[in-house]
């Protein structure tokens, strides 16, 4: 089926508001991960779900961020009260299992382009 | 925090060329895994290497690992134009962490 998609893909915001970034997995993916990714660098880490259970959220950087994937299948990422410091690409994946093998291969989305002005 | 280094940080070299990229890790790993990165569009998974192994091929890639070194190659033979792109190694770390880890990448420019 289609891949991982993303929207917006491209969202400009002032400082101070709040912007939610959705994710649509690959159909019948289990666990699905948030990224954030620097220009010029790797991404880094927010958190990740398998179905609607959050496993670990340790990559938030801080309480103005949120996810949730109420049904197992999209999710949304939430960041309150946006800052400069924020602007950033959002890649979201899935992978196909839970539990089991460690580090399984990710596929990966277009991204969100956030600016905050 | 990023887990891996890539080295270089971009590399530049005419078609038909090999291009060899590295990474170096920081802690005991599951498996290590390389991405690639056009401009513009999300990141693709090209190959993974556990860490009981040594040497995997795909297709003109050829990736190695040296647990003892913590260190990993990705080797590009006969490369392309169309190999132009951001490449990056993802570390799964030992243990119950589920995600990866990237390094800061390589960026690879293949001249026609």
């Known amino acids: 089926g289609a891949g991982v998609s993303q929207s917006p893909r491209y969202k400009v915001t002032k400082r101070g508001q709040d912007v939610a970034l959705r994710c649509d997995p690959i159909s019948g993916h289990v666990s699905l991960y948030w990224y954030r990714q620097a220009l010029g660098q790797g991404p880094e880490f927010l958190t990740y779900f398998n179905y609607e259970a959050q496993q670990d959220k340790s990559g938030l950087p801080n309480d103005r961020f949120s996810a949730e994937r109420p049904e197992g299948s999209i999710s949304t990422l939430t960041i309150q009260r946006t800052e400069q410091r924020d602007s950033a690409m959002y890649r979201c994946?899935?992978?196909?299992?839970?539990?089991?093998?460690?580090?399984?291969?990710?596929?990966f989305g277009p991204g969100t382009r956030l600016l905050v002005l | 925090s990023q887990q891996g280094e890539e080295d270089p940080q971009a590399l530049s070299i005419q078609e038909g060329e090999n291009a060899t990229m590295n990474c170096s890790y920081k802690?005991?790993?599951?498996?290590l895994q390389w991405y690639r990165q056009n401009s513009g569009r999300g990141l693709v998974h090209l190959i993974l290497?556990?860490?009981?192994?040594r040497e995997k091929h795909s297709g003109r890639l050829r990736v190695t690992l040296d647990t003892s070194k913590k260190s990993s190659s990705l080797l590009i033979t006969a490369s392309r134009a169309a190999d132009t792109a951001s490449y990056f190694c993802a570390t799964a770390v030992s243990g119950s962490a589920r995600q990866l880890t990237f390094g800061s990448g390589t960026q690879l420019t293949v001249l026609p």
């Open positions: 290497i556990r860490s009981n192994e």
């Open positions: 994946a899935s992978s196909p299992l839970a539990g089991g093998l460690v580090g399984e291969t990710q596929y």
């Open positions: 802690t005991s790993i599951n498996n």
